[in-house]
């Protein structure tokens, strides 16, 4: 099994974050892992993305051609990316902020109202990890407690606060699916 | 019984220097060594000598040695302080390796206030390669690469090194002095002291320039190379001291232990 | 130990301190400024050590050049533009036999370039870079263990054999991460009789690269060579990867090694027999050890992003002994191993 997904937004939305949290989780799930962020000349401005690998064996490119998953945080990513994804791929889409929808047939589509969700648990700032709690029940990929044990120790415990809002806005996108 | 008065420094080697005759970097080496001996720190003392005559340096300076590229001494030098803190490290340098090839190692050196000494030889031509114009070449003077002199429009200003690196405030002392008289000679050596003991005292980046005679490329005999250095090379390059925080920078010291 | 995750820039500096780096001076490029940033936060931590952003790369390699000279371990990084002013103190270092590590993660180029994942730079790492007669020797990771294992050898063989060491990695292995685990660094052994200290009560010593006199310059050009020769005969260092039933085998390194492990894959689940040859070491290069497997490989596919620079040691190699093909995509390309796959199914059909 290889699993491959793009994380992409504005530089400012947390979408490094995300993928380094679901490699950070993989990599404690005992699989291998690879996480490539795009880098750029420019600080500011312009699509940040990352791409993740999570595989049973050993991943040889760390690129994705025809990734599983897009988690698209702005419009620009998802029209950049839209077409790379496989046939049968997981487009998630922060609806709060893409009134776009994908031009393809063949790729489901998850929307995520995920910057109003924030808002309303009082921190707009937490949108990326509501995201991230709908990507990881909807994927599988790994566990939720696994993945919060990964959230906390990336994010530090330096602010026991932030812990508690991230744990929150997880939950929030977790329980967002009804299945 | 006779008292010796003059000898040859212990940490100058037994060899005949290679150096042209009336060549001042023959007096520097020496003043290096005497000024090692009285302050008795051969034991403890690394050298880094340039690209350019004096790159045999270490055929004469009884003391450890590494030959730095062109211009680099400044950098290997703070590599090896940094390294090595309680000893002492002098780069020497002529006026290409330090104002032209290397002037960016030798300003950073300086800004960083670096604990190193740094010995510059202005002799205002490249020697070792015959006598071409040199960063340091004063206006209007006759070079291999400037045969109708050194044009101000075509060739731009002498660099004035000890006037440009006071500025920095990484520097604490710079003194410029000249070795074509015995009376400048003695000057020079206390300078030479004065930058060695402002390093042992841990007070950071020093730099003794030296007019230093050049008679083979200046195409003179020594004492006119002496005379010119008088007459000519120091009006564009006027000796003495151009920072001294020594005695500051001592005082703080003491105000804060 | 531990499992972490971590950039290959992070890796190599954390390897570095672990493996007892203590003096590391650079000055900022892309796609490597993070192993300048680990380096400027970690040495402050590590006992003695000495962190020094320089004005210039060429300031950096000698800043370090004496440091080594006066004992320490030693290490500065770069990518291509920056590499390239280094080689003046490189070419220094190996005549001085100074021991020393010099990372460097390319990029595009010519020129300025660009700042993607380029392996453009294998002529400069792999000849030499700087004038004279020399060699460094130089490694390939393609995985950020490799990148964390290969750092602490550099440090070891620079010792073993006092002289300069080039870690080869592209942007793509400076940027990604991935877990990795470090293993314990092998205590230092080396020989101190050169290190400057101050002469003490003793004999003063120098260390020095100009020998005007022309047989001491003939005699230490050999004396090097003579090392060199002893290191390709002790330290060559490959991968072969399914070629035991191999009928075309791809020869690759780093970045492009892996892609090509993606392409086998693809390749080998549509039943075409193919195989990987991946020189860890460039120079030494693994001439004789390639050689030995054109006894029953008779296609070779070199592919590298660049437009074929290690495809001159293949030559070397091969040359008479197999068929040898060439991909590659210079200029900061990094190609699919699905694109790879295309290519090497092409030629694969005309081995049957």
């Known amino acids: 099994m290889i699993i491959k997904t793009i994380f992409s937004g504005f530089g400012g939305q947390g979408v490094l974050m995300m993928g380094i949290s679901l490699a950070h989780s993989a990599m404690n799930k005992g699989y291998h892992v690879t996480y490539l962020p795009a880098y750029g000349a420019e600080m500011r401005g312009g699509i940040a993305n990352c791409t993740v690998a999570v595989a049973d064996e050993e991943i040889a490119s760390p690129v994705a051609s025809e990734p599983d998953y897009l988690i698209a945080m702005n419009a620009p990513s998802l029209f950049t990316f839209q077409n790379k994804i496989t046939s049968g791929g997981t487009i998630f889409l922060n609806s709060s902020i893409v009134k776009d929808r994908p031009n393809r047939p063949d790729v489901k589509v998850c929307t995520v109202p995920c910057v109003d969700i924030a808002q309303d648990l009082g921190n707009p700032r937490v949108a990326n990890i509501i995201m991230m709690g709908v990507f990881i029940k909807k994927s599988g990929i790994v566990p939720d407690d696994i993945y919060l044990k990964s959230l906390e120790t990336i994010m530090g415990s330096k602010k026991k606060g932030v812990a508690e809002i991230n744990r929150k806005a997880f939950a929030a996108g977790f329980d967002y699916l009804k299945d | 019984m006779a008292k010796k008065v003059f000898g040859r420094p212990k940490s100058l080697k037994d060899k005949i220097f290679h150096y042209c005759p009336g060549c001042g970097h023959s007096i520097a080496h020496r003043l290096i060594a005497e000024v090692i001996d009285e302050l008795d720190i051969r034991g403890i003392t690394i050298g880094v000598p340039p690209a350019g005559c004096a790159v045999l340096a270490y055929n004469y300076l009884d003391v450890d040695m590494i030959e730095a590229p062109h211009g680099r001494g400044p950098a290997m030098a703070s590599g090896i302080k940094r390294t090595l803190p309680d000893r002492i490290v002098f780069s020497y340098q002529g006026d290409g390796d330090l104002a032209a090839i290397g002037i960016a190692e030798s300003f950073h050196a300086a800004n960083r206030g670096e604990n190193i000494s740094v010995i510059f030889i202005n002799n205002a031509v490249y020697g070792m390669t015959g006598g071409q114009m040199a960063p340091t070449t004063i206006l209007n003077q006759k070079t291999t690469t400037s045969p109708a002199g050194r044009h101000k429009i075509l060739d731009g200003y002498p660099v004035k090194v000890s006037e440009f690196f006071s500025q920095l405030e990484g520097v604490t002392y710079i003194e410029r002095c000249m070795v074509n008289s015995p009376t400048n000679i003695n000057k020079t050596r206390k300078a030479i002291k004065k930058s060695f003991q402002c390093q042992m005292d841990g007070m950071g980046f020093s730099l003794v320039e030296i007019l230093s005679p050049c008679p083979t490329n200046w195409k003179m005999n020594p004492i006119d190379s002496c005379k010119w250095i008088d007459e000519v090379m120091s009006k564009t390059f006027p000796p003495g001291v151009f920072k001294d925080n020594t005695a500051s920078v001592k005082k703080a010291a003491e105000g804060a232990s | 130990m531990n499992k972490v995750l971590m950039s290959g820039n992070n890796i190599i500096g954390e390897a570095a301190i672990r493996a007892g780096c203590r003096f590391y001076a650079g000055y900022p490029i892309t796609p490597q400024n993070e192993l300048t940033e680990y380096m400027a936060e970690h040495m402050r931590n590590a006992e003695d ?304």
């Open chain 3, 49 to 352: 050590g000495v962190f020094i952003q320089s004005e210039s790369e060429i300031a950096a390699i000698n800043m370090v050049a004496g440091a080594s000279a006066a004992g320490a371990r030693v290490m500065t990084s770069s990518s291509s533009p920056g590499i390239s002013l280094k080689q003046e103190g490189i070419s220094s270092m190996a005549a001085c036999e100074l021991p020393g590590i010099i990372v460097n993660i390319m990029r595009g180029g010519p020129g300025l370039g660009n700042i993607r994942p380029s392996q453009g730079d294998y002529f400069q790492a792999t000849r030499g870079g700087g004038h004279g007669d020399y060699r460094t020797i130089v490694f390939a990771p393609a995985t950020c263990q490799e990148l964390a294992d290969l750092t602490m050898d550099a440090f070891d063989l620079a010792d073993k054999y006092r002289t300069p060491v080039m870690i080869l990695a592209d942007g793509m292995m400076g940027q990604m991460m991935e877990p990795v685990i470090f293993k314990k660094p092998k205590k230092r052994i080396y020989s101190d009789d050169f290190i400057l200290k101050g002469a003490g009560n003793g004999k003063s010593k120098f260390i020095r690269g100009l020998l005007l006199d022309v047989i001491d310059e003939e005699e230490h050009n050999w004396k090097l060579a003579r090392k060199y020769s002893v290191i390709t005969k002790n330290e060559i260092r490959r991968e072969e990867h399914q070629i035991e039933d191999a009928q075309l085998v791809i020869v690759a390194y780093g970045t492009a090694a892996r892609i090509a492990k993606g392409a086998i894959k693809r390749l080998r689940e549509n039943g075409m027999k193919v195989g990987l040859f991946r020189p860890i070491t460039l120079w030494p290069f693994p001439e004789l050890q390639l050689r030995a497997l054109a006894a029953n490989v008779k296609n070779f596919l070199v592919f590298e992003m660049s437009t074929g620079q290690m495809l001159d040691d293949v030559r070397l190699s091969l040359q008479g002994y197999a068929h040898i093909d060439f991909h590659g995509r210079p200029g900061g390309a990094v190609p699919t191993p699905a694109e790879l796959a295309n290519v090497v199914a092409r030629l694969y059909e005309k081995v049957d």
